[in-house]
């Protein structure tokens, strides 16, 4: 081949509203990858009905409905900066953007002290310090000690489901704090909206996935 | 091996008609379109043909080879599902035989608490419809029996669930393989075994001199028992020949040094060392083996006539 | 190629600083490099992954009475997980749409590159990094699950390294699968959003080649199946790694609930192997025979409703796991549903040569090569989705013959003739058509000496996975007969590289820009293609395979045809 | 999406958000209700499907989106839905407890 090889810049193509699309697609992976999660939920819940019942009273409504409205809020504020955004006032966008992330950490911080409270009663995912001490012995046979098997499911998709939507909630923290970054530096511009479109969407979607994971572990009991 | 074109079970026929209708039809397609393009490849090549035809498509033939395979393959589900209901529906008046499956042995428990081992193979009368509830403990593993067209894994299940099931009701007297068919670790290859169809009165007959002297041994020896339902012969030998784990002979009072947790130690095989090794099988390995045996859910009494008995054979 | 000094994608490209060296194309997020670079990648690990199939056949040459033993049976397992995880996650799904998919699918709406080259680059590296992650894994720990995961055996088992290292590479497999899902997923969307929104002008949907329409019907299974099983296969790593038991029964859990997840993916991940080599079949017969494709839009609503009936059949793989007898009708009775638009393909493809001008070029010779095997594939595949016989020939060397009829003699065959159909265009340069020839040859007649056998085997009774097998004198002959076929297969896939290092390295330079003489739109650029595809964004005007309109434009001297012509 | 935005009205949102709160206090007060296991979860997820179409719909800006979103959209939740279906005829069949 030729030896005087050249570099092209990178083929440029502004296609907003596929780019979109392209991002809408990305969220139809995370609900499918949630979905598995509700099916195995779903299956479970239909075999032990009572069991999840009783766990699911040890979960706090009060504490499920505050971080609900929470993340409603947030999800107000994030359109509420994308709107401000589009409509030219930066300085507006930039406060919801940052009102976003603290009810995002917010959210986490009473996530953080849910979950501390059941470590604290021995609510591992294991669900019995006894037991969880032996872990890498999946075949124990079942003790007094343990809790009946529709519980202990119901605590590991609890940790599970809750942990990874938390795991999806930081993801969508941090990019909004790079998002604010960028607009402070004017990359992101009434102009140039898409970044902070897509951040929203995603965070929306967060919250989306949230709203089936609340009735789900907090109304049930 | 018995491959028999007149297989030897009640609904091996439906199986084997809906099998050879499904490839007679599949077979003529097959043929047809083989045929077709060698046709094609002659008549139509570019020496012979050199000017083709601008044909797009014919709106006619399309309907047509939607219309037949949808007739044809709705008839297979059909034949399919004629055999099924057959297998899935057991006989009320069926003999239960428990088939129990560990890695990498079988146990088949008669009505009377007869047991048979993979070495013994499972025993059956001919013309009499025979109930299996599959249970396993460990992994999945598949019961097979290819001559009676019968295959059903057999799945550990939670608490409370119920077991897999299957049956069959052989129709012919002889021997025929029986298969482990998922796979389930390394001696896979190795769970096989046979089954025996005996007349009805030889049946009843081999029923009873084995059940005279399994029930009385039981008695006496429940450990052995024990052993050898539990399958634990398939890996630990009691006469001193190295399988995959460790004999029994000798064992009890030896000095072996072992693996815990990736560090070798030195130890004594007493009483409270053994059942660890029982009820936690993969924490201390004795050096040059592998961590391959699976926990059995077992009760204490049971752990423990399991030791007297390696304590005899240690003797 | 018009000029000297034009520019194609060997001495020019985007998105990288590096400009010459491997590194330049490591980070070129041109898709045509990035086509080739997964090209170059998937055929490695498809060698290895040859190599231990030909020694899992070998290891059955004996029956177990005669102690033959070429594989020591603790490697056993790790060797048909390492050949199947190679050959389905880095060699068939990723195949045809990200080697062929990648090159030609902008080149054949012309568009100038996919709607996300950046993204697409990712996907390579995510590909790259998990396929060294999965194979170095299985390596060092030796992983026995098979390539299906089935707890509680693949949440047990603590596996016995190769080297003799304790290392849990089952969670670092899983982790490596995972990996690579994201890989399929980022292409799976950039082929939806390029076919959607940057098609050239006049390129309506019903304008589109067949094999963009295959791609597009197999990146909607990849967006919407992987992410499940994703998920699914942490779920495990979490088992082994924590005292959860999402599908331990001790636990309360269900372990055919995974197999329910489970194949919800990769029932339709078939299609996304299978579909993309239908797509280079409907390219390569129309070709090769001069003549429009019978039933264009058949063929293309076919390819749609293939990929959606997939999604609802994947029980079909659990009718002997005791699932309830409600669920196994339901999945049988939609199953055959299947068959139909599968059926409409194959009629298709054989009405194609009504009438034809039919040359064998080697292409043509695997694309009729595909439409036997396949047909073979997919008949046997009515066996296995009716109920009873299902029960007979399911975990059998039945199941390993028909599914490696729809994927090698299906799939695979469908990828290596589109590789020998598009040699030129991406290369410039021709391979010899006597390699090629032979090829075929050896490849055809050892596959089908390899797995014809294997039905029989199966429907006697001779289940899968079987590190050896009784002695029966039965199974001893067929055995051997499959054995000594795999040994002329390989001989066909060594040809094969052959072939293509010697049309690489020897090959008589071809500027041609349309060998064969097709109509579809990628064979009107440049061979090998320029920097952005096209010098000028094509208009289209006529449906792709109007081969009358085609020899009048040729004539007129507005499209390129063959120059011997 | 319309980029012809060009003044700001919080009004629209907060409407949303107002909904989406009386929703979520409205399910909290119905999941105390005496109405069986059935009854409880379909109203528990018919509000929360009401709640995730809002959001949807208003802040995601599906509304000014063209048809092809919206399509894409309903294609992922009829697959999810299906999955659901079909795994559950098996389960509803069968005794896993």
């Known amino acids: ?221 | 091996m018995n491959v028999n074109y007149n297989p030897p079970s009640v609904f091996a026929q439906d199986v084997d008609f809906a099998f050879w209708f499904i490839a007679y039809v599949s077979l003529f397609f097959l043929v047809f379109i083989t045929g077709f393009i060698i046709f094609s490849i002659i008549k139509y090549n570019r020496k012979n043909n050199p000017v083709p035809s601008n044909l797009h498509g014919n709106t006619g033939l399309e309907i047509v080879w939607t219309i037949v395979p949808t007739i044809l393959v709705m008839l297979f589900f059909y034949f399919g599902l004629q055999g099924f209901l057959k297998m899935r529906n057991v006989p009320k008046d069926a003999m239960e035989i428990k088939v129990d499956a560990g890695m990498w042995w079988w146990k088949f428990t008669y009505p009377n608490g007869l047991e048979q081992n993979t070495a013994q193979g499972l025993t059956v009368p001919a013309d009499t419809p025979i109930y299996l509830p599959l249970h396993s403990d460990d992994v999945v593993h598949s019961f097979y029996i290819p001559a009676f067209r019968v295959k059903m894994d057999v799945v550990p299940k939670a608490a409370g669930a119920e077991d897999n099931y299957t049956w069959f009701e052989a129709s012919q007297i002889g021997d025929f393989d029986l298969f482990c068919a998922e796979y389930c670790g390394l001696n896979h290859a190795q769970m096989i075994t046979k089954v025996h169809v005996l007349t009805k009165p030889d049946y009843l007959a081999w029923l009873e001199e084995q059940s005279a002297g399994f029930l009385k041994q039981k008695a006496e020896n429940p450990g052995q028992a024990l052993i050898t339902s539990k399958g634990c012969f398939a890996c630990h030998s009691s006469d001193g020949t190295k399988l995959i784990g460790p004999s029994f002979k000798g064992l009890f009072g030896k000095t072996e040094i072992v693996v815990t947790g990736g560090e070798e130690r030195e130890i004594t095989v007493d009483e409270a060392y053994l059942k660890t090794s029982i009820m936690e099988p993969g924490k201390d390995i004795v050096k040059g083996f592998q961590p391959l045996m699976p926990p059995l859910p077992m009760t204490a009494d049971e752990v423990m006539a399991i030791i007297d008995h390696i304590k005899e054979l240690s003797e | 190629m018009e000029t000297a000094n034009s520019t194609n994608y060997f001495n020019s490209h985007t998105g990288s600083r590096w400009t010459s060296g491997i590194m330049s194309w490591l980070t070129s997020t041109d898709h045509k490099r990035i086509g080739v670079m997964y090209g170059f990648t998937m055929f490695t690990f498809f060698f290895l992954a040859v190599c231990l199939g030909f020694l899992i056949k070998l290891q059955k040459f004996y029956p177990a009475a005669s102690g033959w033993e070429i594989i020591p049976v603790e490697w056993y397992g790790s060797f048909f997980t390492l050949h199947s995880v190679i050959m389905i996650f880095l060699f068939i799904v990723p195949g045809a749409p990200a080697v062929l998919g990648n090159f030609f699918l902008p080149l054949q709406i012309g568009a100038k590159d996919v709607a996300f080259p950046r993204v697409n680059l990712l996907s390579y590296w995510l590909y790259l990094f998990g396929a060294i992650m999965a194979v170095v894994g299985i390596l060092l720990g030796g992983a026995d699950t098979g390539w299906t995961f089935t707890p509680p055996y693949s949440v047990t088992t603590r596996t016995i390294s190769m080297f003799g290292t304790q290392f849990d590479s089952v969670s670092w497999m899983l982790t490596a699968a995972f990996i690579l899902g994201w890989g399929t997923i980022l292409t799976g969307i950039n082929f939806i959003i390029t076919i959607h929104r940057m098609r050239t002008k006049g390129m309506s949907y019903f304008k589109m080649p067949l094999f963009s329409w295959s791609i597009y019907a197999a990146s909607w299974i990849q967006v919407l199946a992987t992410p499940v099983v994703g998920i699914t296969l942490l779920m495990i790593v979490l088992e082994r790694m924590m005292p959860v038991g999402f599908f331990d029964p001790n636990k309360g859990g269900d372990p055919i609930l995974f197999q329910h997840l489970f194949w919800i993916y990769s029932h339709p991940a078939v299609y996304v192997m299978i579909l993309p080599s239908m797509g280079l079949v409907s390219e390569i017969i129309p070709t090769n025979s001069q003549k429009p494709i019978f039933g264009y839009k058949s063929i293309a609503i076919a390819s749609c409703s293939i990929a959606g009936v997939g999604y609802l059949i994947w029980a079909h793989h659990m009718f002997a796991t005791g699932m309830s007898d409600v669920a196994s009708i339901i999945f049988s009775f939609l199953t055959f549903f299947v068959a139909i638009p599968t059926a409409i393909k194959v009629f298709n493809w054989i009405a194609t040569l009504y009438k034809a001008s039919i040359a064998l070029t080697p292409p043509m010779l695997f694309a009729l090569g595909f439409v036997f095997n396949f047909s073979i594939g997919g008949l046997t595949g009515m066996f296995l989705g009716s109920l009873s016989t299902d029960i007979h020939l399911h975990d059998t060397d039945f199941i390993v013959a028909h599914f490696h009829y729809t994927m090698f003699g299906g799939a695979a065959f469908g990828i290596i003739g589109g590789i020998f159909h598009y040699f030129p265009k991406m290369f410039g340069k021709m391979y010899s058509h006597k390699l090629a020839n032979a090829t075929f040859g050896f490849m055809f007649t050892g596959f089908n000496a390899l797995f014809i056998p294997m039905f029989i085997l199966g429907f006697y009774g001779m289940p899968r996975r079987y590190h050896t097998y009784p002695d029966i004198p039965l199974f001893t002959t067929l055995q051997q007969a499959s054995t000594i076929g795999s040994w002329i297969l390989v001989i066909g896939v060594i040809l094969m590289f052959v072939t293509w290092i010697h049309g690489l390295r020897k090959g008589q330079i071809s500027n041609e820009e349309n060998p064969w003489n097709s109509s579809t739109l990628e064979w009107q650029t440049a061979s090998p293609p320029t920097l952005y595809n096209f010098e000028e964004d094509p208009v289209v005007t006529r449906h792709p395979y109007d081969y009358d309109a085609f020899r009048a434009e040729v004539k007129a001297g507005t499209s390129k045809g063959a120059r011997d012509e | 999406m319309n980029s012809n935005e060009q003044t700001f009205s919080p009004r629209g949102p907060i409407i949303v958000f107002s909904a989406l709160i009386f929703l979520t206090i409205a399910t909290v007060m119905l999941s105390g209700l005496d109405i069986g296991n059935i009854g409880a979860l379909i109203i528990a997820m018919s509000v929360a499907s009401v709640k995730a179409g809002l959001v949807l719909y208003f802040f995601m800006h599906l509304n000014h989106e063209p048809l092809i979103f919206k399509l894409f959209v309903a294609l992922a939740f009829v697959t999810l839905a299906t999955l659901f279906l079909l795994t559950f005829s098996d389960y509803a069949f069968r005794g896993i407890a």
């Open chain 1, 1 to 221: 081949m030729s030896e005087q090889a050249v570099t092209v810049e990178a083929f440029h193509h502004h296609d907003e509203e596929g780019t979109r699309l392209g991002f809408w697609l990305f969220l139809f992976t995370e609900l499918l990858l949630f979905g598995a999660f509700f099916i195995v939920y779903g299956v479970y819940r239909s075999a032990h009905l009572n069991d999840f019942k009783i766990a699911a009273e040890s979960l706090n409504t009060g504490i499920g409905t505050t971080n609900t409205i929470i993340l409603l809020a947030s999800s107000l504020t994030v359109v509420l900066s994308l709107n401000a955004m589009r409509a030219g006032r930066v300085k507006l966008a930039k406060t919801m953007l940052l009102i976003t992330m603290a009810l995002g950490t917010t959210f986490l911080i009473i996530k953080g002290f849910e979950w501390n409270a059941k470590f604290a009663h021995d609510l591992y995912l294991q669900t019995s310090g006894a037991i969880a001490a032996g872990k890498g012995s999946p075949l124990l046979t079942p003790g007094p000690e343990m809790l009946p098997n529709g519980q202990v499911l119901f605590y590991g998709l609890y940790f599970i489901m809750t942990g990874t939507h938390a795991l999806h909630i930081i993801i969508g923290a941090v990019w909004m704090g790079i998002v604010y970054y960028w607009i402070a530096k004017g990359s992101i511009n009434p102009e140039n909206v898409g970044v902070l479109e897509r951040c929203a969407l995603y965070w929306h979607l967060v919250d989306v996935i949230w709203i089936f994971l609340f009735p789900l572990y907090y109304l049930v009991a």
